[in-house]
């Protein structure tokens, strides 16, 4: 049976330098890995952008091992980020609700697929480079790790082993694949473009200046809207006839089987 088994796993991914290398790193590891970009449908852009490097993807390692696919995370963004949006603001004292909203989102529709698919493992393109960013602090990663792991899914960050941008960005002309338009440290052009991401972000994006977020704010709203989050899975599943815990076991149970991706080493995301 095990050497029938197909070890798979999801990427949350954006097309961009980060979640590209992410991606080859993956396939170097996995039988198949499945990209998913989602787009909330308020202000993102060039979502089509993010396929460009699915082809890439596909003409090194194979058709059948790269699964690409664009999906609307508008409803749950709705639920989690807009409907609350203007006391969320004034009760976490910041607009980072938007950003790290819109990433729970994603990341409760890609458990939500893995659990469907019987996928153990997810992964995205989080990077020591940009821990300044809130979905990417130490701390939110942590919490992220922590939710996918309520759902017997381990969540991985190959980019804190390549540790470097520079070294993302070989591993990339390494396999024949554009690194985007340089522009001071980012590289558009490969990826959609969130408007209202990109505003918070503007003073760091033109003059470096990092943004500063409270952690433990962002660790309240995390735990606020994972619980919300939660009870969106366990309804899904139930208006479907399935019950999401026992997927749940079916997961843990799978990952017994498969040789398991480095697990979340919080001493290498609080020290990188």
């Known amino acids: 049976m095990s050497a029938q088994l197909l070890k798979e796993i999801s990427v949350n991914y954006s097309g961009g330098v980060d979640s590209t290398a992410t991606a080859i790193k993956l396939l170097e590891n996995f039988d198949r890995v499945h990209l998913h970009t989602y787009d909330h449908g308020y202000g993102q852009w060039f979502v089509k952008l993010s396929q460009r490097h699915v082809r890439d993807l596909k003409r090194e390692f194979g058709e059948d091992r790269v699964r690409s696919r664009i999906i609307s995370s508008k409803s749950l963004f709705e639920k989690i980020v807009l409907n609350t949006l203007r006391s969320d603001v004034k009760k976490y004292?910041?607009?980072?609700?938007?950003?790290?909203?819109?990433?729970?989102?994603?990341?409760?529709?890609?458990?939500?697929?893995?659990?469907?698919?019987?996928?153990?493992?997810?992964?995205?393109?989080?990077?020591?480079e940009v821990d300044f960013?809130?979905?990417?602090?130490?701390?939110?990663?942590?919490?992220?790790?922590?939710y996918y792991a309520k759902w017997g899914i381990q969540f991985s960050m190959p980019m804190y082993g390549l540790k470097t941008r520079e070294q993302a960005k070989e591993l990339l002309k390494k396999y024949r694949m554009s690194t985007g338009i340089p522009f001071r440290e980012r590289n558009p052009g490969t990826q959609p473009l969130c408007v209202t991401g990109n505003f918070?972000?503007?003073?760091?994006?033109?003059?470096?200046?990092?943004?500063?977020?409270?952690?433990?704010?962002?660790?309240?709203?995390?735990?606020?809207?994972?619980?919300?989050?939660?009870?969106?899975?366990?309804?899904?599943?139930?208006?479907?006839?399935?019950?999401?815990?026992?997927?749940?076991?079916?997961?843990?149970?799978?990952?017994?089987?498969?040789?398991?991706?480095?697990?979340?080493d919080e001493n290498q995301i609080t020290q990188g």
């Open 93 to 128: 004292k910041s607009g980072f609700v938007w950003c790290m909203g819109c990433h729970t989102a994603f990341h409760t529709l890609t458990i939500i697929y893995n659990l469907k698919n019987g996928i153990p493992f997810a992964s995205d393109g989080s990077s020591p």
């Open 200 to 264: 918070q972000h503007v003073l760091d994006t033109i003059f470096s200046i990092r943004p500063q977020y409270d952690p433990v704010q962002v660790h309240r709203f995390n735990m606020e809207k994972h619980q919300i989050s939660m009870n969106y899975i366990q309804e899904y599943f139930k208006s479907r006839g399935l019950d999401a815990n026992e997927l749940r076991k079916e997961l843990i149970a799978k990952q017994e089987l498969l040789s398991a991706s480095p697990k979340i």
């Open 133 to 146: 960013a809130v979905m990417q602090m130490p701390s939110s990663l942590i919490d992220t790790a922590d």
